[in-house]
């Protein structure tokens, strides 16, 4: 009978394994037939003359000892070079590998919830929302962010080979996390925060900090799943000093990685002086209400968000303070009761601290692909919220019609989604039709117009980026560049001026200057030109 119970529960896993890759390939099986995008895909892809030369010793050497385009993540640029190794410039294949990696990533999810808390229907449901919410699409359907998919992978080994070394600690088994850690480093240096998750794991569902020996067994490690209001009791604070030391291996490493991602987005940082330190913060605790909302609902989700142009609205801050503050103080009030609340609100607090504004990088307010791996916290803490409620009222019909209606609603919301991001002009255009004045979609779509042939209409997407953000340096050139395509060379001179007065990057004032250069050939001005040329 024991053996009957064994297979039967393998028999479960295997079909939810084929049910979460069905419908992760169901809503991002269209990418397949998608092309690049001008948004980093160029920089991280095709005009990467490192990637195109293919997977050989020379990339290996220089995806380990270079930072380009202000990060330092050598596994995801060889994942890029083996992708032009397989698929060249076909754009199908390079997708391909990022469906594959995110249904990777999902399965291990399932299998370590499960194997944490042996809760299969509940780490199933965490599982399928995490493949298919829309907040995903952009991690997914993005070529170039690449690493986000595949540090999730990496993060969801580390995990499961946690729990091999809670099952019995020794040595060599905690290597394996140390250094499954590392690789997902390289993959991408937001993962700093993964020992802080373990740590919540131990709390719950490891139990950790309150039991020196852990249940071990097929089944589950710790306390039950279902935490029985009561259940659960105060820490030993010796148990919980002795987990942080065990981390320090993990830390030491988290230091490395965020001294060489600080080196290597030196000029990405944005300096205090062009974003207040208190204006960071008041985003950050937007950006915090913002990914919940978005997260509930799904809608109006764009590759770029702009900062306001005047102030952060001083109401939406102070609610987002108080619901903050709101929901932590119920959070440690009920952790007793409900001790997956705690792990699953601080797992999603903590996880975005390194990419929540406070240290900026790039001018975005706020970015799908930042809730990649945060949410699942969010995911955890509600999904067993609700199904101990709905098991309070005997009434698991109506659990099982609407988590059957949850996935239906996001899988389509994500299909949609998905099909915003097949071309760089639809992925532009539907960014303006959701936020009008939004500079970074009227520059893109004026490149996209002006590679067309079609002057006017780039010129004024350019002028309208420009008129939204005067001090981009990019824009100014940009639209200089158009400007002179149509001849108007005097206006394109005095952009391209107003560009390198606000370019810092020495390489790409050398490109404007150029641009310059070729303005002043037309109005022939020859010893101008060359001056320019030189520089």
């Not at 020379?58 to 083996?82: C, D, E, K, Q, R």
């Not at 935490?227 to 987990?243: A, K, N």
């Amino acid at each position: 009978m024991f053996r009957d119970q064994i297979s039967q529960r393998s028999l479960t896993i295997v079909a939810v394994c084929v049910f979460l890759a069905a419908i992760t390939w169901l809503v991002f099986g269209q990418t397949l037939g998608h092309g690049f995008v001008d948004y980093d895909d160029p920089q991280y892809v095709y005009d990467n003359l490192e990637v195109t030369s293919g997977l050989s010793l020379h990339g290996i050497t220089w995806a380990f000892t270079h930072s380009y385009y202000n990060n330092w993540h050598p596994l995801t640029w060889l994942t890029h070079m083996l992708d032009w190794e397989l698929y060249e410039g076909k754009p199908g294949g390079h997708h391909f590998t990022n469906v594959l990696l995110h249904t990777v990533g999902v399965l291990l999810l399932f299998l370590v919830v499960a194997q944490m808390t042996g809760a299969l229907w509940r780490s199933a449901f965490v599982a399928a929302i995490f493949a298919i919410h829309p907040l995903h699409v952009e991690s997914v359907a993005w070529i170039a962010e690449r690493k986000d998919v595949l540090s999730g992978v990496f993060f969801m080994l580390t995990l499961g080979a946690y729990i091999r070394y809670v099952h019995r600690q020794t040595l060599g088994r905690y290597a394996v996390v140390w250094i499954l850690f590392a690789c997902g480093l390289m993959c991408k240096p937001m993962l700093v925060t993964l020992p802080f998750v373990l740590l919540l794991l131990d709390y719950w569902p490891l139990n950790r900090i309150r039991n020196e020996r852990l249940e071990v067994g097929s089944r589950r490690l710790g306390v039950s799943s279902q935490s029985p209001s009561g259940s659960y009791g105060e820490p030993r604070w010796s148990l919980v000093r002795h987990l942080i030391l065990e981390k320090v291996p993990l830390l030491a490493l988290c230091v490395v990685s965020s001294v060489i991602t600080l080196l290597a987005q030196g000029d990405a940082i944005v300096s205090i002086s062009r974003l207040p330190f208190w204006w960071r913060l008041n985003n950050a605790f937007l950006s915090y209400v913002v990914y919940v909302r978005q997260m509930l609902w799904p809608f109006g989700l764009v590759p770029f968000y702009t900062y306001p142009k005047t102030a952060l609205p001083g109401w939406e801050v102070a609610l987002s303070i108080v619901l903050l503050i709101g929901i932590t103080a119920a959070v440690i009030a009920l952790r007793r009761g409900h001790p997956y609340l705690v792990t699953g609100w601080f797992w999603y607090l903590g996880m975005l601290v390194p990419v929540i504004g406070v240290v900026q990088v790039g001018s975005q307010a706020h970015a799908d692909r930042y809730t990649y791996l945060p949410q699942i916290g969010l995911y955890l803490a509600l999904t067993w919220m609700i199904a101990d409620l709905a098991k309070a009222s005997r009434r698991q019909w109506i659990l099982t019609a609407a988590a059957t209606a949850v996935i239906a609603f996001l899988s389509w919301s994500a299909w949609i989604q998905g099909s915003y991001w097949r071309e760089s002009e639809p992925l532009w255009k539907h960014t303006l039709a959701v936020t009008p004045n939004n500079e970074v979609a009227h520059n893109h779509l004026g490149k996209l117009f002006l590679e067309k042939g079609l002057i006017d209409e780039a010129i004024a997407h350019c002028q309208a980026a420009v008129n939204s953000l005067p001090n981009s340096p990019m824009f100014q050139a940009d639209l200089g560049t158009a400007l002179l395509r149509k001849g108007l060379t005097d206006e394109a001179i005095l952009h391209f001026q107003k560009a390198m007065e606000l370019e810092p990057n020495r390489t790409e004032r050398a490109k404007v200057q150029s641009n310059m250069g070729n303005a002043l050939l037309q109005k022939g001005l020859t010893d101008e030109a060359i001056v320019h040329f030189r520089q």
